[in-house]
């Protein structure tokens, strides 16, 4: 039961992720409130990428809207560089994602 549920926790955050990129696409931007809160959760997410890779994607997919005004692109690119290593053994659109957030921050 406790196997599901994990299942099904990880299927609703991969989905909020989802939404949540999407709407930063939608706006084009992140809307500044939002950023110090999220930065770290989601910077979390693409170091957990081996255990979760479709939740690092998403996660990457949202840390896009970051690169442009961060005050600490060298985590970022950490992070992505990372995931990427990851994404090129597990998941290549989590290896795509990471990428392309690389080459904006370069």
Same mark, same amino acid.
């Given at each position: ?16 992720? #989802? ?52 005050? #600490? ?34």
């Amino acid at each position: 039961m406790s196997n599901k549920t994990d299942d099904a926790d990880l299927n609703l955050r991969v989905m909020a992720l #989802d939404i949540l990129a999407n709407s930063m696409f939608a706006l084009g931007k992140l809307p500044e409130f939002l950023r110090a809160p999220l930065r770290p959760v989601l910077i979390k997410d693409l170091r957990n990428a081996e255990s979760h890779p479709r939740t690092a994607l998403m996660a990457a997919r949202c840390l896009e809207f970051f690169i442009r005004g961060d005050s #600490d692109t060298m985590e970022l690119n950490e992070a992505f560089e990372f995931a990427m290593g990851v994404g090129e053994a597990k998941h290549a659109s989590l290896m795509k994602q990471a990428q392309r957030c690389i080459s904006n921050i370069r």
